[in-house]
């Protein structure tokens, strides 16, 4: 009879085991899911940006530095986003963000520029994939989150050791852009 007690709890444990072991499985998938969400918005507005640049390099006066900053800024998103280096992410969206602010801002110098149609059907591509970008980011953040509690939590922290299920990073952007935007700055190029 102890054995059969004995058999049965260790069917019990094996089967929690089990249950624990695809709930961090889902977990981590869910992750990844929240992550290709973010790549493909990143990969549209990095797809959008050479033609505003191009479309402002017609106007032969615009400021070159400026475009030059959202090119490099750029490149900086696409690297971070490749090598799915999510600090540096982080940080590479801020400066194409400013960049981006920047841009849009010397654009109000311009008239023929903002007046014309491919510019403004641009701009408000770029603006609806910033905010998508922003709210992917935050879904993917609550993924993260969920996925570092469970594998801190006992008892799946020791089944996340063992499987090597471990924390993943936050997206996070720097202070300056979660702060308010100081419009005077944008402005001054």
């Not at 889902?26 to 990969?43: M, Q, S």
């Not at 006066?61 to 490149?75: H, K, N």
């Amino acid at each position: 009879m102890t054995g059969w007690i004995a058999f049965g709890i260790l069917i019990f444990l094996l089967a929690y085991g089990v249950l624990l072991y695809n709930g961090l499985v889902n977990l981590k998938h869910g992750v990844a899911r929240a992550w290709a969400n973010i790549d493909v918005v990143l990969r549209q507005r990095h797809d959008e940006l050479p033609k505003l640049v191009e479309v402002c390099r017609q106007y032969q006066q615009f400021e070159q530095a400026t475009l030059e900053r959202v090119i490099s800024a750029r490149a900086g998103v696409a690297s971070a986003r490749e090598q799915r280096d999510i600090p540096a992410l982080g940080s590479a969206e801020n400066s194409l963000r400013t960049s981006l602010g920047q841009l849009f801002a010397v654009a109000e110098a311009y008239p023929e520029l903002r007046a014309s149609e491919h510019f403004r059907q641009l701009q408000g591509r770029i603006s609806g994939l910033e905010n998508s970008i922003a709210d992917r980011r935050e879904l993917y953040n609550e993924a993260v989150n969920l996925n570092n509690v469970r594998v801190e939590q006992l008892p799946d922290l020791l089944i996340a050791r063992l499987c090597g299920f471990g924390l993943q990073p936050l997206l996070e952007f720097a202070a300056a852009e979660k702060a308010d935007v100081n419009i005077a700055q944008l402005f001054k190029g």
